[in-house]
Each structure stands twice: as structure tokens, then as C-alpha cells.
């Protein structure tokens, strides 16, 4: 047996996954290479747009924390931290001035990264404001469960039936992914989010990722991996990220309000809406600026892309963010 990946024996796919991606050489951590940008795009990839939700969201949780002196932001797997960077670009000066802006990854900070930004390795404690996870949840790793067994995976990406479930996976599958065949044990994942959002003292935690829920889980899971910006078979090698959707409601803890990408961008302003027509001859450069804006808006909220994505806002200490709130625009 080949021991690339760092073992030699088939383990379980969560261990498999937390070597590949976060072990030494790991998809994650390793300094060489386009980071995760280089192999997907995500929304804070796709435009602008995005970073100025967050943040008029960011806005919104101070106006309820009644604008501490100090806000903080909280970008869980940061990337290279383009979020953060967008955020602070689009906020008012005078708000900018007060953001405590945290990059949360593992991996090592990027040179020339805005000295404004604290690179850390998990979300600090007692913290006041907003703390958001784009596209992290997906990237916790997690055990894979058939027909009652553990799924185990060698290097290769060649699987094996494993030992049976243990009390604590198989009491979750039988509250979120009841029905036996294939699934993903994901209670990783709710232990990973219930302890970010501990870290929050007061504020808004939101968790942004491919999602589904209990009455529609995928009968054979969503297991994959991308490298390149193409799909690629889930090998776990570190060649490639290696991910699966999650079960955000499982996640979810008191409070939480359950949205649609769509639905929560478009609360907080992004519209698909053309400019006007009159508006090509009275500002041609505005018209085209308009429609570009509208494509990017577009393609944040489409149905069958990016708009479909999941958002978990859980609210703590302050009211519920539910997409509704005219503030929030």
C-alpha cells in the first residue's frame, strides 16, 4: 500500500480528509500555489457585490450592537482573505476605523497582506460583532457512512467497508440523514460551528455553503473534489480540494434563520435589475457599468448557482437577522 497522503492503511474518510487538505503538504496549508482561488471560485470570487453585502450587513449588526467602539469581523476560512479586504473597502471611513478585521486559517499568513488584518489559526474569544464562514463548513472534514459501516478510503481514493457506526453516528444519521444507504456523518460540522459561534460574546454568526436539508439529503451524498477549476474525482492526496455539501440544518442552533443565497442577497441589495435603456445614451459608460453590475448580481443569485447556496444566521445576544430587516438595505 502507497503511503502518499501521509498513511498506509485505509482510514476513515474524515481522517483522510484532515490529512489531505490540512496535514503537512495539505490542499490548505501548503505556501506554494494559486491558494483556493486557483482551483474554484466562489462568491467572493465571482464579484464585488458580495463584499459590499457583508458589508451592509456588518453595518446592520452594529446599528445593533449600538456602534461599539470597537466591531469585530470574523472571516472563518479566509482564503487570502479577499473577503475581508472587499468588506473593508466598502464600508465608510468611519466605520472601517472601528472593524477589528480576524482572517481565521490555517495555513500560513499571505506577504503583503493589509496590515489591518489579525491572521489567526481559530476564531478568537469574546468577540462583538460579526463573524462569517463562507464556504467553510464544506471543508470540515467528515466520516461517510454505508449501510450502517464507516466508509474507509485509501490514498488512491479507492474505498472500503469499515468497522460499524458508533453510538454517537449513528444516532445523528438517525435524526438528520435517516433511510440507510450512503450518507455523511455531519456532526463534525455542527460541533465545528457550535464552537465558532461560542466565540461570538454578542452578534451575528452567519455560515454561507453548498447546503441541503433533512426532507431532500442526496441519496448518495455529495462527496468530490475540485483542482484546476474542474470537478475532480475526491482523491485524498492533497492534490485536490476534497469537500461535501453540508447539513446546515443540523447545524443550526437556537434562533437560526434558514435563507437562500438569493433570498439574503437580495435583502441586503443585490439586484440582477438591468439600468434603464434611457440611460445608454444619457451615460454610456454608466449603462455599461449598470449591466455589469447586473450580470455579477445575476450570477450571485441564480436559482440553479450560487443563489442556491445556504445561509445559516444564528443571532447572539441581539435580534434575529431574517433577510427582511429594511436596515439591512
Known amino acids: 500500500m502507497s503511503t502518499q497522503g501521509g498513511y498506509a492503511t485505509p482510514v476513515r474518510w ?8 490540512y496535514g503537512p503538504g495539505g490542499f490548505y496549508v501548503r505556501p ?22 457583508v458589508a451592509r450587513l456588518l453595518r446592520w449588526v452594529d446599528a445593533q450592537l449600538g456602534h461599539p467602539a470597537e466591531l469585530d469581523l470574523v472571516d472563518v476560512g479566509a482564503g487570502r482573505a479577499e473577503l475581508l479586504a472587499g468588506v473593508l473597502a466598502a464600508l465608510p471611513a468611519e466605520v472601517a476605523a472601528r472593524v477589528r478585521p480576524y482572517a481565521v486559517e490555517r495555513a500560513e499568513r499571505p506577504p503583503g497582506l493589509d496590515a489591518r488584518i489579525c491572521w489567526v489559526a481559530a476564531p478568537p474569544e469574546r468577540t462583538t460583532g460579526l463573524l462569517f464562514a463562507n464556504e467553510w463548513l464544506d471543508n470540515v472534514p467528515l466520516d461517510v457512512a454505508e449501510d450502517g459501516r464507516y466508509v474507509l478510503v485509501a490514498p488512491d481514493g479507492t474505498e472500503s467497508p469499515g468497522g460499524p457506526l458508533d453510538g454517537a ?3 445523528w444519521l438517525e435524526r438528520w440523514w435517516p433511510g440507510g444507504g450512503r ?9 465545528a460551528w457550535a464552537a465558532a459561534v461560542a466565540s461570538l460574546e454578542r452578534g451575528l454568526a452567519v455560515a454561507v455553503d453548498y447546503a441541503h436539508t433533512r426532507d431532500a439529503r442526496p441519496p448518495y451524498g455529495t462527496l468530490t473534489g475540485f483542482r484546476g477549476g474542474r470537478e475532480v474525482p475526491p482523491v485524498p492526496d492533497g492534490s485536490c480540494d476534497v469537500t461535501a455539501h453540508v447539513a446546515l440544518d443540523a447545524c443550526a442552533g437556537p434562533d437560526s434563520v434558514l435563507l437562500t443565497q438569493r433570498e439574503a442577497l437580495t ?7 438591468r439600468p434603464p435603456l434611457s440611460l445608454a445614451s444619457a451615460d454610456p459608460a454608466g449603462y455599461v457599468r449598470g449591466l455589469a453590475s447586473a ?14 447556496f445556504g445561509w445559516l444566521v444564528q443571532p447572539v445576544g441581539i435580534p434575529a437577522w431574517t433577510g427582511e430587516d429594511a436596515q439591512a438595505r
Open 14 to 21: 474524515g481522517s483522510a480528509m484532515e490529512n489531505a487538505l
Open 32 to 53: 506554494d500555489g494559486p491558494g483556493p482561488a486557483g482551483h474554484f471560485r466562489t462568491s467572493v470570487h465571482a464579484s464585488g457585490l458580495y463584499a459590499g453585502a
Open 169 to 171: 453516528d449513528l444516532a
Open 183 to 191: 450518507a455523511e456523518i455531519g456532526r463534525a460540522r455542527d460541533e
Open 267 to 273: 435583502a441586503l441589495g443585490v439586484s440582477g435589475a
Open 295 to 308: 450580470g455579477e448580481a445575476a450570477e450571485l443569485t441564480s436559482r440553479t448557482g450560487l443563489g442556491a
